[in-house]
Protein backbone atom coordinates (compact mmCIF):
# COMPACT_ATOMS: atom_id res chain seq x y z
CA UNK A 1 0.00 0.00 0.00
CA UNK A 2 1.48 3.41 -0.61
CA UNK A 3 1.54 5.89 1.89
CA UNK A 4 -0.99 7.91 0.83
CA UNK A 5 -3.32 4.93 0.84
CA UNK A 6 -2.24 3.69 4.38
CA UNK A 7 -4.57 4.24 7.20
CA UNK A 8 -4.11 7.56 9.39
CA UNK A 9 -3.04 7.24 12.88
CA UNK A 10 -2.49 9.44 15.47
CA UNK A 11 0.85 9.31 17.69
CA UNK A 12 0.23 12.11 20.30
CA UNK A 13 0.33 15.42 18.85
CA UNK A 14 1.61 13.72 15.58
CA UNK A 15 -0.61 11.93 12.53
CA UNK A 16 1.40 9.39 10.49
CA UNK A 17 0.13 7.31 7.48
CA UNK A 18 -2.75 8.65 4.92
CA UNK A 19 -0.13 10.49 2.85
CA UNK A 20 0.99 12.94 6.04
CA UNK A 21 4.85 13.48 5.97
CA UNK A 22 7.09 10.90 6.85
CA UNK A 23 7.91 11.37 10.37
CA UNK A 24 11.59 10.42 11.69
CA UNK A 25 12.19 8.42 14.97
CA UNK A 26 14.92 7.35 17.14
CA UNK A 27 15.73 5.72 20.07
CA UNK A 28 17.01 6.96 23.63
CA UNK A 29 19.98 5.02 24.75
CA UNK A 30 19.67 6.59 28.28
CA UNK A 31 18.51 4.42 30.85
CA UNK A 32 14.88 5.09 31.27
CA UNK A 33 14.84 5.11 34.63
CA UNK A 34 16.86 8.19 34.99
CA UNK A 35 14.78 10.46 33.88
CA UNK A 36 16.96 13.59 33.82
CA UNK A 37 19.56 12.05 31.34
CA UNK A 38 16.45 10.72 28.80
CA UNK A 39 14.90 13.97 28.73
CA UNK A 40 18.02 15.87 28.12
CA UNK A 41 18.95 13.54 25.40
CA UNK A 42 14.97 13.46 23.75
CA UNK A 43 15.40 17.42 23.48
CA UNK A 44 18.77 17.45 21.94
CA UNK A 45 17.29 14.91 19.14
CA UNK A 46 14.02 16.94 19.00
CA UNK A 47 16.19 20.35 18.66
CA UNK A 48 17.73 17.86 15.40
CA UNK A 49 14.44 16.81 13.72
CA UNK A 50 13.34 13.84 15.80
CA UNK A 51 9.40 13.54 15.04
CA UNK A 52 8.77 10.27 17.68
CA UNK A 53 11.31 9.03 19.78
CA UNK A 54 10.94 5.48 21.75
CA UNK A 55 12.23 5.01 25.06
CA UNK A 56 13.43 0.94 26.08
CA UNK A 57 10.52 -0.25 28.94
CA UNK A 58 12.39 -3.20 30.66
CA UNK A 59 11.16 -2.56 34.20
CA UNK A 60 8.32 -1.10 36.07
CA UNK A 61 10.46 2.10 37.25
CA UNK A 62 11.27 2.89 33.46
CA UNK A 63 7.60 2.20 32.91
CA UNK A 64 6.90 4.63 36.20
CA UNK A 65 9.48 6.89 34.68
CA UNK A 66 7.86 7.79 31.41
CA UNK A 67 5.20 9.92 33.44
CA UNK A 68 7.89 12.44 34.29
CA UNK A 69 9.50 12.41 30.92
CA UNK A 70 6.10 12.91 29.40
CA UNK A 71 5.60 16.06 30.67
CA UNK A 72 9.28 17.52 29.72
CA UNK A 73 9.04 16.95 26.53
CA UNK A 74 7.06 17.94 23.06
CA UNK A 75 6.93 15.28 20.88
CA UNK A 76 5.45 11.86 21.07
CA UNK A 77 7.04 9.19 23.33
CA UNK A 78 6.80 5.06 22.21
CA UNK A 79 7.08 2.31 24.95
CA UNK A 80 9.46 -0.33 23.93
CA UNK A 81 8.24 -3.55 25.63
CA UNK A 82 9.62 -7.37 24.97
CA UNK A 83 8.20 -9.86 27.40
CA UNK A 84 6.02 -8.42 30.15
CA UNK A 85 2.75 -7.56 29.30
CA UNK A 86 2.45 -5.92 32.97
CA UNK A 87 4.98 -3.18 31.63
CA UNK A 88 3.02 -2.45 28.37
CA UNK A 89 0.21 -1.52 30.71
CA UNK A 90 1.90 0.14 33.01
CA UNK A 91 3.34 2.09 30.04
CA UNK A 92 0.02 3.33 28.60
CA UNK A 93 -0.95 4.28 32.10
CA UNK A 94 1.73 6.47 32.51
CA UNK A 95 1.43 8.29 29.08
CA UNK A 96 2.88 6.61 26.34
CA UNK A 97 1.49 7.95 23.13
CA UNK A 98 2.22 4.63 21.39
CA UNK A 99 3.37 0.98 22.11
CA UNK A 100 5.80 -1.22 20.66
CA UNK A 101 5.14 -4.85 21.18
CA UNK A 102 5.56 -8.19 19.58
CA UNK A 103 2.84 -10.21 20.58
CA UNK A 104 4.43 -13.59 19.83
CA UNK A 105 7.15 -12.91 22.94
CA UNK A 106 4.36 -11.23 25.20
CA UNK A 107 3.12 -14.51 26.27
CA UNK A 108 -0.73 -15.94 26.50
CA UNK A 109 -3.55 -14.76 24.42
CA UNK A 110 -5.02 -13.42 27.42
CA UNK A 111 -1.78 -11.35 28.58
CA UNK A 112 -2.00 -9.42 24.46
CA UNK A 113 -6.08 -8.82 25.66
CA UNK A 114 -5.18 -7.42 28.69
CA UNK A 115 -2.68 -5.32 26.59
CA UNK A 116 -5.17 -4.51 23.81
CA UNK A 117 -8.07 -4.25 25.86
CA UNK A 118 -5.46 -0.64 27.36
CA UNK A 119 -4.73 0.50 24.18
CA UNK A 120 -8.64 0.30 22.79
CA UNK A 121 -9.80 1.84 26.11
CA UNK A 122 -7.41 4.91 25.58
CA UNK A 123 -7.06 4.89 21.89
CA UNK A 124 -3.24 4.20 21.98
CA UNK A 125 -1.34 3.02 18.62
CA UNK A 126 0.13 -0.83 19.23
CA UNK A 127 3.55 -1.02 16.75
CA UNK A 128 3.50 -4.36 16.06
CA UNK A 129 7.33 -5.39 15.68
CA UNK A 130 9.04 -8.48 14.26
CA UNK A 131 12.64 -8.80 13.32
CA UNK A 132 14.12 -11.14 10.67
CA UNK A 133 15.76 -12.78 13.91
CA UNK A 134 12.73 -12.98 15.58
CA UNK A 135 10.67 -15.02 13.56
CA UNK A 136 9.04 -18.56 15.11
CA UNK A 137 9.94 -21.94 14.63
CA UNK A 138 7.12 -23.29 12.32
CA UNK A 139 7.99 -20.18 10.19
CA UNK A 140 11.27 -21.20 9.59
CA UNK A 141 10.57 -24.68 9.15
CA UNK A 142 7.62 -24.13 6.52
CA UNK A 143 10.57 -21.57 4.71
CA UNK A 144 13.57 -23.60 5.50
CA UNK A 145 15.41 -20.61 6.25
CA UNK A 146 14.39 -16.54 7.15
CA UNK A 147 13.21 -15.03 4.04
CA UNK A 148 11.07 -12.19 3.45
CA UNK A 149 8.05 -14.21 2.69
CA UNK A 150 8.63 -15.89 6.65
CA UNK A 151 9.08 -12.04 7.68
CA UNK A 152 5.91 -10.65 6.27
CA UNK A 153 3.80 -13.89 6.95
CA UNK A 154 4.82 -13.54 10.53
CA UNK A 155 3.86 -9.57 11.12
CA UNK A 156 0.87 -10.28 9.37
CA UNK A 157 -0.15 -13.22 11.46
CA UNK A 158 0.52 -10.90 14.93
CA UNK A 159 -1.33 -7.95 13.27
CA UNK A 160 -4.58 -10.68 13.05
CA UNK A 161 -4.06 -11.63 16.35
CA UNK A 162 -5.15 -8.40 16.96
CA UNK A 163 -7.15 -7.47 14.91
CA UNK A 164 -9.37 -10.60 16.37
CA UNK A 165 -9.48 -8.90 19.50
CA UNK A 166 -11.29 -5.78 17.77
CA UNK A 167 -8.79 -3.55 17.51
CA UNK A 168 -6.78 -2.18 14.21
CA UNK A 169 -5.20 1.47 15.57
CA UNK A 170 -1.81 -0.34 14.42
CA UNK A 171 1.31 0.54 12.84
CA UNK A 172 3.65 -2.33 11.39
CA UNK A 173 7.07 -2.48 11.45
CA UNK A 174 9.32 -5.54 9.68
CA UNK A 175 13.38 -5.30 9.59
CA UNK A 176 15.80 -7.01 8.42
CA UNK A 177 19.69 -6.75 8.54
CA UNK A 178 19.96 -7.98 5.38
CA UNK A 179 19.36 -4.87 3.47
CA UNK A 180 17.73 -6.67 -0.57
CA UNK A 181 15.86 -9.13 2.32
CA UNK A 182 14.42 -6.37 3.74
CA UNK A 183 13.62 -4.11 0.85
CA UNK A 184 11.69 -7.30 -0.77
CA UNK A 185 9.97 -8.08 2.74
CA UNK A 186 8.51 -4.40 2.54
CA UNK A 187 7.45 -4.73 -0.74
CA UNK A 188 5.60 -7.56 0.14
CA UNK A 189 3.70 -6.05 2.79
CA UNK A 190 2.89 -3.47 1.24
CA UNK A 191 0.57 -5.46 -1.29
CA UNK A 192 -1.08 -6.57 1.74
CA UNK A 193 -1.93 -4.18 4.30
CA UNK A 194 -3.31 -0.73 4.76
CA UNK A 195 -1.86 0.06 8.37
CA UNK A 196 0.99 2.49 8.42
CA UNK A 197 4.23 1.28 8.05
CA UNK A 198 7.38 1.70 9.95
CA UNK A 199 10.44 1.57 7.60
CA UNK A 200 14.43 0.64 8.72
CA UNK A 201 17.27 -1.42 8.50
CA UNK A 202 17.91 -3.05 11.83
CA UNK A 203 21.24 -3.71 13.26
CA UNK A 204 23.25 -1.54 10.41
CA UNK A 205 26.03 -0.94 12.06
CA UNK A 206 28.22 1.88 12.82
CA UNK A 207 28.18 5.06 11.16
CA UNK A 208 29.21 4.48 8.21
CA UNK A 209 28.63 0.89 7.35
CA UNK A 210 25.00 1.62 8.97
CA UNK A 211 24.05 4.91 6.90
CA UNK A 212 25.49 3.20 3.80
CA UNK A 213 23.23 0.20 4.11
CA UNK A 214 20.06 2.84 5.65
CA UNK A 215 20.58 4.51 2.86
CA UNK A 216 19.71 1.95 0.08
CA UNK A 217 17.62 -0.06 2.24
CA UNK A 218 15.38 3.53 2.68
CA UNK A 219 16.31 5.02 -0.63
CA UNK A 220 14.96 1.51 -2.52
CA UNK A 221 11.79 1.45 -0.26
CA UNK A 222 11.01 4.64 0.60
CA UNK A 223 11.05 5.61 -3.55
CA UNK A 224 8.40 3.08 -3.97
CA UNK A 225 6.52 5.26 -2.28
CA UNK A 226 6.22 2.69 0.78
CA UNK A 227 6.92 3.61 4.38
CA UNK A 228 4.83 6.77 6.70
CA UNK A 229 7.47 6.42 9.95
CA UNK A 230 11.13 5.87 9.62
CA UNK A 231 14.49 5.06 11.82
CA UNK A 232 18.15 4.92 10.81
CA UNK A 233 19.75 2.78 13.16
CA UNK A 234 23.12 3.25 14.00
CA UNK A 235 25.97 1.95 16.39
CA UNK A 236 26.35 5.59 17.19
CA UNK A 237 25.05 8.68 19.20
CA UNK A 238 21.07 8.96 18.67
CA UNK A 239 21.92 12.54 17.00
CA UNK A 240 23.46 11.16 13.92
CA UNK A 241 20.84 9.06 13.09
CA UNK A 242 18.46 12.19 12.94
CA UNK A 243 20.84 13.37 10.60
CA UNK A 244 20.94 10.79 8.28
CA UNK A 245 17.16 10.49 7.79
CA UNK A 246 17.00 14.37 7.23
CA UNK A 247 19.56 13.81 4.45
CA UNK A 248 17.58 10.96 3.07
CA UNK A 249 14.63 12.22 2.80
CA UNK A 250 15.75 15.33 1.73
CA UNK A 251 18.20 13.45 -1.17
CA UNK A 252 14.68 11.69 -2.04
CA UNK A 253 12.97 14.78 -2.55
CA UNK A 254 10.29 13.50 0.70
CA UNK A 255 11.45 16.85 2.54
CA UNK A 256 11.88 19.86 2.15
CA UNK A 257 13.82 22.66 4.31
CA UNK A 258 16.76 22.60 5.88
CA UNK A 259 20.54 23.58 4.31
CA UNK A 260 22.62 21.29 1.81
CA UNK A 261 26.00 21.30 2.17
CA UNK A 262 28.29 20.07 -1.21
CA UNK A 263 31.82 20.23 -0.73
CA UNK A 264 34.64 18.70 -2.88
CA UNK A 265 36.88 15.76 -2.36
CA UNK A 266 40.76 16.64 -1.76
CA UNK A 267 43.29 16.47 -3.72
CA UNK A 268 46.92 17.24 -3.80
CA UNK A 269 46.12 20.70 -4.97
CA UNK A 270 44.48 21.39 -1.58
CA UNK A 271 46.42 23.81 0.97
CA UNK A 272 43.41 24.17 3.26
CA UNK A 273 41.76 21.72 6.00
CA UNK A 274 38.86 21.39 3.70
CA UNK A 275 37.60 17.74 5.73
CA UNK A 276 37.89 20.09 8.96
CA UNK A 277 35.91 22.79 7.43
CA UNK A 278 33.17 21.05 5.39
CA UNK A 279 32.51 18.79 8.63
CA UNK A 280 32.27 22.27 11.07
CA UNK A 281 30.06 23.67 8.15
CA UNK A 282 27.89 20.89 7.71
CA UNK A 283 27.06 20.71 11.83
CA UNK A 284 26.73 24.33 12.13
CA UNK A 285 23.98 24.44 9.23
CA UNK A 286 21.44 22.07 11.47
CA UNK A 287 20.80 25.29 13.50
CA UNK A 288 19.06 26.79 10.09
CA UNK A 289 16.23 24.54 9.06
CA UNK A 290 14.36 27.56 8.50
CA UNK A 291 17.02 27.89 5.24
CA UNK A 292 16.26 25.60 2.18
CA UNK A 293 19.24 26.84 0.41
CA UNK A 294 22.90 24.86 -1.22
CA UNK A 295 26.22 25.66 1.05
CA UNK A 296 29.04 25.39 -1.07
CA UNK A 297 32.67 24.29 0.36
CA UNK A 298 35.47 24.00 -1.76
CA UNK A 299 39.39 23.35 -1.58
CA UNK A 300 41.34 25.11 -3.94
CA UNK A 301 41.07 27.47 -6.74
CA UNK A 302 40.37 24.82 -9.49
CA UNK A 303 37.26 24.14 -9.22
CA UNK A 304 36.39 26.07 -6.15
CA UNK A 305 35.24 29.73 -7.54
CA UNK A 306 32.91 28.28 -9.92
CA UNK A 307 31.27 25.39 -7.88
CA UNK A 308 30.20 27.66 -5.15
CA UNK A 309 29.10 30.10 -7.62
CA UNK A 310 26.33 27.62 -8.25
CA UNK A 311 25.20 26.94 -4.70
CA UNK A 312 23.12 29.87 -2.91
CA UNK A 313 26.56 31.19 -1.00
CA UNK A 314 29.59 29.17 -0.68
CA UNK A 315 33.24 29.11 0.20
CA UNK A 316 36.12 28.31 -1.69
CA UNK A 317 39.72 27.72 -0.21
CA UNK A 318 43.03 29.45 -1.16
CA UNK A 319 46.51 29.13 0.88
CA UNK A 320 45.89 30.08 4.04
CA UNK A 321 42.56 31.91 3.33
CA UNK A 322 39.45 31.47 1.31
CA UNK A 323 36.65 33.72 -0.66
CA UNK A 324 33.05 34.27 0.58
CA UNK A 325 30.85 33.64 -2.71
CA UNK A 326 27.32 34.87 -2.51
CA UNK A 327 24.66 34.44 -5.57
CA UNK A 328 27.96 34.00 -7.86
CA UNK A 329 29.70 36.92 -6.76
CA UNK A 330 32.75 37.20 -4.76
CA UNK A 331 32.07 38.88 -1.50
CA UNK A 332 35.49 39.16 -0.01
CA UNK A 333 38.68 37.29 1.31
CA UNK A 334 39.28 36.09 4.47
CA UNK A 335 42.03 34.20 6.53
CA UNK A 336 40.99 30.35 7.05
CA UNK A 337 40.52 30.59 10.67
CA UNK A 338 37.70 33.19 10.09
CA UNK A 339 35.41 31.51 7.11
CA UNK A 340 33.20 29.39 9.17
CA UNK A 341 32.16 32.66 11.14
CA UNK A 342 31.62 34.53 8.09
CA UNK A 343 29.87 31.96 6.78
CA UNK A 344 27.48 31.89 9.90
CA UNK A 345 27.29 35.21 10.00
CA UNK A 346 25.94 35.67 6.21
CA UNK A 347 23.18 33.13 7.17
CA UNK A 348 22.13 34.51 10.60
CA UNK A 349 21.23 37.40 8.29
CA UNK A 350 19.86 35.49 5.42
CA UNK A 351 17.26 37.25 2.95
CA UNK A 352 16.55 35.94 -0.89
Given at each position: ??R?Q ?11 G ?45 A???A?I??Q ?16 I????N ?6 I?P???G ?18 I???V ?6 K ?17 A ?11 Y?N ?6 S ?24 I ?9 N ?5 G???I ?5 G ?8 G ?53 N ?62
Amino acid sequence: MFRDQTKEVKIGNKVIGAGNPIMIQSMTNTKTEDVEATVAQIKELEAAGCDIIRCAVPTMEAAEALAKIKEQINIPLVADIHFDYKLAIAAMENGADKIRINPGNIGSIENVKAVVDVAKEKNIPIRVGVNSGSLEKPILEKYGKVTAEGIVESALDKVKIIEDLGYDNLVISIKSSDVMMCVKAHELIAEKTNHPLHVGITESGTITSGNIKSSIGLGLILNQGIGDTIRVSLTGEPLEEIKSAKLILKTLGLRSGGISVVSCPTCGRTEIDLIGLANKVENMVTKYDNLNIKVAVMGCVVNGPGEAREADIGIAGGKGEGLLIKKGEIIKKVPEEELVNVLEEELKNWSE
